[in-house]
């Protein structure tokens, strides 16, 4: 173990710890319904071929903007990772948020807050029909403007993507956490985006109510308990490494 952290001392091993816990962090997020999620719904229902395959190029598009946000949160705000008070505090914040996240789904699902509309033949009709125009016909273009419309992207990257980057002392000297970070964030991501384009492009009827409630209510006890961790795991570890 290292400082306090659950990351083993083979960096072969430490990759896929990072690479494990980024994706089920990225894929419980990703499963929540937002403009993301209906976007893809939208143009993969409406693609006359390989509307299974736009979940990728969506995020492709998705992608790329995080790839920038996480290069400017190395270089503007690297200088926070080296002093454990600020890990510290944004692990209290971000976990914090993480769990309220976590909660939040697990919540919408018992009171049957979360629609499935898109699963009825109607509902997909409905989301068809407002399919958007202009640049967001192109899905790469479109998963990038999409993401920096939604604002609980940019809180999520300040304060659960910071957390995460600080508890795993992400750098650009650890360059393996930063990669094993960065592709299981997006693993997770592709991995549900494709699942949804596919169902979408072939009829997403064929999508179980009671299996994705079931998904999303382990995905939220999920952050609520990596969220948990985030925010006291800093206060064991006693300083940060050279």
């Keep these: 173990m290292i400082d306090g952290s659950i990351l083993p001392a083979s960096p072969f091993s430490a990759f896929w710890v990072i690479f494990s816990f980024s994706f089920m962090v990225a894929l419980s997020g990703a499963m929540a319904p937002g403009p993301l999620f209906t976007y893809t719904i939208i143009k993969s229902a409406g693609a006359k071929e390989r509307g299974y395959l736009m979940g990728a190029w969506i995020i492709a598009g998705h992608a790329l903007l995080e790839m920038a946000v996480v290069l400017l949160l190395l270089s503007g ?60 016909d192109n899905p790469v273009v479109g998963g990038v403007l999409i993401s920096m419309a939604n604002p609980y992207w940019w809180v999520w990257w300040a304060t659960i993507g910071l957390a995460f980057m600080a508890r795993f002392e992400i750098t650009w000297e650890r360059w393996p956490r930063l990669l094993a970070f960065f592709l299981g964030h997006e693993a997770g991501d592709l991995v549900w985006y494709l699942i949804v384009s596919t169902l979408a492009f072939f009829g997403l009827r064929r999508l179980n109510r009671r299996i994705y409630y079931g998904i999303l209510v382990v995905c939220g006890i999920f952050m609520a308990l990596f969220g948990l961790y985030l925010g006291i795991s800093p206060f064991f570890q006693k300083n940060i490494p050279s």
Excluded: H
């Design 77 to 136: 705000f690297s200088f926070l990772l080296q002093d454990i008070r600020m890990v510290r505090i944004i692990g209290v914040v971000g976990g914090a948020i993480l769990i309220y996240f976590g909660f939040s789904i697990i919540r919408d699902v018992w009171q049957g807050k979360i629609s499935t509309d898109f699963f009825d033949t109607q509902g997909q009709q409905e989301v068809e029909a407002t399919a958007p125009k202009g640049k967001l």
